[in-house]
T-cell receptor, first 119, second 118 residues
Framework: AQTVTQSQPEMSVQEAETVTLSCTYD???????LFWYKQPPSRQMILVIR??????QNATENRFSVNFQKAAKSFSLKISDSQLGDAAMYFC????????????????FGQGTTLQVKP | DTGVSQNPRHKITKRGQNVTFRCDPI?????LYWYRQTLGQGPEFLTY????????KSRLLSDRFSAERPKGSFSTLEIQRTEQGDSAMYLC????????????????FGEGSRLTVL
């Protein structure tokens, strides 16, 4: 079974600075997706960034980028130029990418990291 | 609003009562998921529907829990004889049929239904 681990329950960053959130995962599969989701307080979870395992190039979305190390099974999120609106809980998630009928496409989440942004 | 909709947003009930939550997915999405999230934790998978068929259930889904998606559109999650340990946020998510060329592998989440059992 696949597992996702986020070892940082809480992180803090000064506004305009850069912060990196860590995530490791365990799987025997070679083809999968990895995601970072953001969950602001009392609001719905939204996708921040997505990485396909077969792609070597790290994904980037504006101020958000990932460091995907497939061999090490590591998937960290870097937030540059942090803004007050970035304060939220961040979840790393794994999804199998196989197209077989047994693959439900469910996400497996880590425990989350609460990010505080200080003005 | 064409996103995932969940009702009610909040439900407070007494132990032993039954509760039902409803999820309306994005209209063209045939895959629907229920998750449970306790305070400060990541969401835990409960069950999955493809159209009207319930294809996977987690061991977390005890016999007091039942989920349906009768016409392959909206879904309901019922909890019978609620216990204090059922207090949590229940999240619904949907996604389109998955292939390399359709969709991004992403799940789209609703705002959740928060259950408090007294």
């Amino acid at each position: 079974a696949q597992t996702v681990t986020q070892s940082q329950p809480e992180m803090s960053v000064q506004e305009a600075e850069t912060v990196t959130l860590s995530c490791t995962y365990d799987t025997s599969e070679s083809d999968y997706y990895l995601f970072w989701y953001k969950q602001p307080p009392s609001r719905q979870m939204i996708l921040v960034i997505r990485q396909e395992a077969y792609k070597q190039q790290n994904a980037t979305e504006n101020r958000f980028s990932v460091n995907f190390q497939k061999a090490a099974k590591s998937f960290s999120l870097k937030i540059s130029d942090s803004q007050l609106g970035d304060a939220a809980m961040y979840f790393c998630a794994y999804r199998s990418a196989g197209l077989g009928s047994s693959n439900t496409g469910k996400l497996i989440f880590g425990q989350g990291t609460t990010l505080q942004v200080k003005p | 609003d064409t996103g995932v909709s969940q009702n009610p947003r909040h439900k407070i009930t007494k132990r032993g009562q039954n509760v039902t939550f409803r999820c309306d997915p994005i209209s063209e999405h045939n895959r629907l998921y229920w998750y449970r999230q306790t305070l400060g934790q990541g969401p835990e998978f409960l069950t999955y529907f493809q159209n009207e068929a319930q294809l996977e259930k987690s061991r977390l889904l005890s016999d007091r829990f039942s989920a349906e998606r009768p016409k392959g559109s909206f879904s309901t999650l019922e909890i019978q004889r609620t216990e204090q340990g059922d207090s949590a946020m229940y999240l619904c998510a949907s996604s389109p049929s998955r292939s390399r060329t359709v969709g991004t592998g992403e799940l789209f989440f609703g705002e959740g239904s928060r259950l408090t059992v007294l």
